[in-house]
């Protein structure tokens, strides 16, 4: 699993998956380069090939409270549809 923007994933070390809540409402991760405050959240992003025009995104997001560990995923697959 990994965050990202565009087209580019990173692997998550430490933090960097971490949700930051900026200024304007907007959750984005660490990299966003737009500071803000640190959320209990975590988000990563997996991308998978599945075939040549399938691709499979799974999206997780997770958080501890009172030490109660909680997620949520979906996932999609992406063809093209041109």
Partial sequence: MGYGSG???FQCTGNACKLYL???????TERSG??????????TIQ???VSPNDERIVSKVSWDF????YSVT?????T???
Avoid: C, E, K, M
């Avoid at 737009?34 to 988000?43: E, N």
């Avoid at 009172?66 to 560990?69: F, L």
């Avoid at 979906?74 to 992406?78: A, E, P, R, T, Y």
């Fill in 7 to 9: 087209s580019s994933l």
């Fill in 22 to 28: 900026l200024a304007n409402g907007v959750y984005a």
């Fill in 34 to 43: 737009q500071g803000g405050i640190i959320t209990r959240f975590a988000r």
């Fill in 47 to 49: 991308a998978t090939d």
């Fill in 66 to 69: 009172h030490g109660i560990p």
């Fill in 74 to 78: 979906i996932s999609n697959h992406l």
């Fill in 80 to 82: 093209p549809w041109q």
